[in-house]
């Protein structure tokens, strides 16, 4: 098992031996090309949610080593922002190829770590490869604008630049997609990198760290520190990093905002949601219900794009008992076991927490229609499983509909009209994405004009862009992703 595990982190053999000859591995910093063990006493352990087992350890790292690993991007900057941008792009070529290559790798690493079933994990990593596809046409992205003779003699023009560090904060949700939403745009945009993956799931960055350094990146380009509050604040306050990228909750992403902005840092922080779906009674029934389960239990709930509640408008309500039927069948399991359709929540804490705000909705009289908290899970009597869980007559006062649950538990309102179904979801405070089911244009075109959600999707139910697009919220959530947070103009 402990070889097994290792091949996780060191598989290319640039690892120094000390951090894989432990037992459990511990996980390594990333510093100017070299993966090294922290000299960092204090650690956290990974943990598989399915199982318990401890699968490494990730040190809180070192002041001192933060601070090189900076120093490290620093240095690498000046020789990397003046490489050809056909030389950066071959790397996110070659990057793109070895991510494939080694895609049921990242895949167990991921299901290993997080919980997710092993498809959902592929799935994970494959929307990353699709940022790492779109960093390979980045000189045509980073084209600039210019105008001859704006007046007499004079043309202007604008450059698009490098700023030099940056920085990302990564949530424990998509250990791959997330690092691949920023360092890949970044480096290849002549910019070098420190990631700061989530203390609970690390594997995947440091397996995709070692695809990037084996595709040619240069040492110093991307690297990789471990930890918490600590190191997030360093990140916040150094003032060799010029731009962050965080993506996680709202208690973070707003700590992290306020920090770093003021130390005059661009910030994009991309955090929680309470994604909603409106459902008008002249939807496809079974389309709308199979689009409901999937959005609203896949991946335990543990989507910054799940639908965890929905508006059923008018007779549509009547639908609640086919819903509940449907999310029945789904297969609570290890995202190991073959046919699954849920994994568990990734920590204790986190289960403790969802079922806690089940039960203040139960308490605050929402009708519980299907109660997934006390499911066993044969062979896995340790995992942090919660079952699909659905709330009924819910409304807008009630703890369970004012915060994110982030697991598998869908809450059900009524509204008697479209307009107040409507309104509903733009009084919430989050505004991420929202999806409509109807079989009506009208009605569409009026969600898409009307609706405060930064994706939109019409009987789509995880209305996510592709890289090509930005990825945007509104209202509780500040965010872009794009090439252009990390390019000053010249
Ligand atoms: P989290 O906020 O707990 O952790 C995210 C990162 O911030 C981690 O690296 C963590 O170490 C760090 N962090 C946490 N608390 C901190 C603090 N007080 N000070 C400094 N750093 C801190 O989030 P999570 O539980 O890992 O991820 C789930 C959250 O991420 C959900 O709210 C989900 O909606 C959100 N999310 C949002 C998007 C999006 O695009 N909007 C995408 C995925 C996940």
């Known amino acids: 098992i402990f070889a097994l595990r290792s091949s996780y982190y060191f598989s290319t053999g640039v690892v120094e031996p000390s951090s894989s000859l432990r037992s459990p591995p511990r996980v390594p910093n990333l510093i100017g090309g070299k993966f090294v063990d922290s000299q960092s006493s204090s650690t956290i352990d990974v943990i598989n949610p399915a199982t318990q087992e401890v ?50 790798k990242l895949a167990m690493n991921i299901t290993t770590e997080q919980g997710k079933t092993l498809k959902d994990a592929h799935g994970d990593v494959f929307r990353g490869l699709e940022v790492v596809e779109h960093a390979c046409g980045m000189a045509t992205l980073q084209m600039g604008e210019y105008v001859p003779n704006v007046a007499n003699g004079i043309d202007t023009f604008s450059i698009r630049e490098p700023l030099g560090v940056c920085a990302g904060i990564c949530p424990f949700n998509f250990p791959a997609m997330i690092p691949l939403w920023m360092f890949p745009v970044a480096v290849t945009c002549g910019n070098t990198f420190v990631l700061k993956p989530s203390e609970k799931d690390p594997g995947a960055s440091i397996i995709l760290a070692e695809l990037a350094m084996e595709a040619g ?50 910030v994009q922080s991309n955090m929680g949601a309470k994604n909603h779906a409106i459902v008008l009674p002249d939807a496809n029934t079974d389309a709308t219900l199979n689009a409901l389960v999937a959005a609203g239990f896949g991946a335990a709930g543990q989507r910054c794009m799940a639908l965890s509640t929905v508006v059923f408008v008018g007779d549509s309500h009547s639908w609640e008992n086919k819903l509940v ?166």
């Open 55 to 104: 699968v490494s350890q990730l040190p809180l790292t070192t002041n001192e080593e933060f601070k090189a690993a900076v120093s490290a991007a620093k240095h690498a900057f000046p020789a990397w922002r003046n490489t050809p941008i056909t030389t950066r792009q071959r790397v996110m070529l070659k990057l793109q190829e070895l991510i494939r290559r080694d895609i049921d």
């Open 217 to 266: 990146l240069p040492n110093g380009v991307l690297n990789i520190v471990h930890g918490t509050n600590d190191v997030v604040n360093a990140i916040c306050d150094d003032d060799d990093i010029r731009a962050i990228s965080f993506v996680g909750s709202n208690t973070a992403g707003m700590h992290i905002y306020s920090r770093a902005s003021a130390k005059g840092k661009r």
């Open 325 to 490: 039927e449907l999310a029945k069948s789904l297969k609570v399991n290890a995202g190991t076991e073959p046919d699954v359709d849920l994994g568990p929540v990734i920590s204790k804490q986190a289960k403790e927490r969802v079922c806690k705000l089940i039960q203040s909705g139960v308490e605050s009289g929402a009708r519980l229609l299907l109660d997934g908290r006390n499911i066993v899970v044969p062979g896995y009597k340790d995992g942090n499983f919660i079952g699909p869980t659905i709330l009924s007559g819910v409304t807008a006062d009630m703890d369970c509909y004012k915060e994110e649950i982030f697991g598998p538990v869908l809450l059900c309102m009524k509204a008697d009209s479209f307009e107040e179904a409507i309104h509903i979801v733009n009084r919430n405070k989050y505004g991420n994405g929202a999806s409509l089911f109807t079989a009506s244009g009208a009605a569409a075109r009026k969600f898409q004009t009307e609706i405060e959600a930064g994706q939109v999707g019409i009987n789509v139910p995880i209305p996510v862009p592709l890289p090509f697009f930005s990825f945007t919220g509104s209202k509780g959530i500040l965010c872009w992703r794009s090439q252009f947070l990390w390019q000053g103009r010249g």
